[in-house]
């Protein structure tokens, strides 16, 4: 699954005014990130708003992505949840035409034991029609998985890679003193990218990427002083980026750029007047 190195950008699904698809909106997006660099997208993950969204609508996106990438870079699609049978039917449902892999998270809210997030995705990859990459991010799921959960689970034949968002460097490193010599580990943090990079890491699936693709083109392949000064560039606007919430911060970002607009859905709403002014100036000093 080598196409899945370097630069992944975890896709936002813009709206209109109305809280309706802007589906040219996402037509602009995918255009701007693969001239920019970016290696493969990831369609429909949290940054995506998969909460707030039909099955309908999610059909809609991931149709639009896969026609309007036209092979152009890999596809990877989130599909996560918390109960298990529900997702092997959600996974069972879904064309995966044009998809090569699936990011699924760690089950959230209802906080398993390590043995049952084993399970959960033995029994998710035992189905899947692509390989799946593991996604721990306890400070949305409430759980961690632990560096053994990750080992055990690198040994399934349908499970290539992790996207680590646990912000615990030592969990990593024990996780890339073992693993698989083809197993991935890829940053969900955009400032962890290059410190993942330094023990093993493969790369960065990415919030920032959706605005500045270039910069995390040189985040994940330049060279360790092109990925340190990366990393410093983006410092002030990353921090931003999340506090009120994700998505919030990146589609302001968007919208200063002219890509798409800023509108979410509840209950997340739109950038405050003073988070909007902080990121324009940052943004304005890159």
Do not use: W
């Amino acid at each position: 699954m080598n196409q899945f190195k370097g630069c992944g950008v975890a896709l936002v699904t813009p709206f209109h005014e109305d809280f309706s698809l802007d589906l040219d909106g996402l037509k602009r997006l995918i255009d701007h990130v693969i001239a920019g660099g970016v290696d493969y997208l990831v369609v429909l993950g949290t940054t995506g708003e998969t909460a707030t969204l039909t099955k309908k609508e999610k059909k809609k996106v991931l149709e639009t992505c896969v026609k309007h990438t036209a092979n152009r870079v890999p596809i990877m699609i989130g599909i996560g949840g918390n109960n298990t049978s529900a997702l092997i039917e959600d996974i069972q449902e879904t064309d995966f035409t044009g998809v090569s892999a699936i990011l699924s998270v760690s089950p959230y809210y209802n906080k398993p034991s390590q043995a049952g997030i084993i399970a959960h995705y033995q029994a998710v990859a035992d189905i899947a029609p692509v390989p799946v990459m593991l996604y721990n991010i306890p400070g949305r799921t409430m759980s961690n998985m632990t560096a053994s959960t990750t080992l055990t689970l690198a040994k399934h034949p349908n499970i290539f890679g992790m996207k680590e968002a646990s912000g615990n460097l030592e969990q990593c490193i024990r996780i890339a003193a073992a693993m698989p010599s083809d197993f991935l580990l890829v940053s969900g943090d955009d400032l962890m990218t290059k410190a993942l990079s330094s023990i093993g890491g493969a790369g960065i699936i990415s919030v920032l990427a959706n605005a500045l693709p270039a910069t995390f083109k040189k985040l994940s392949h330049g060279t360790d002083q092109e990925k340190l000064q990366a990393t410093y560039s983006i410092l002030d606007l990353n921090e931003l980026m999340y506090l009120e919430g994700n998505p919030v911060g990146i589609k302001n970002l968007l919208k200063h750029l002219g890509i798409c607009g800023d509108q979410v859905r509840l209950p997340m709403l739109k950038a405050s007047k003073t988070l909007n002014d902080q990121i324009k100036q940052a943004f304005d000093r890159i």
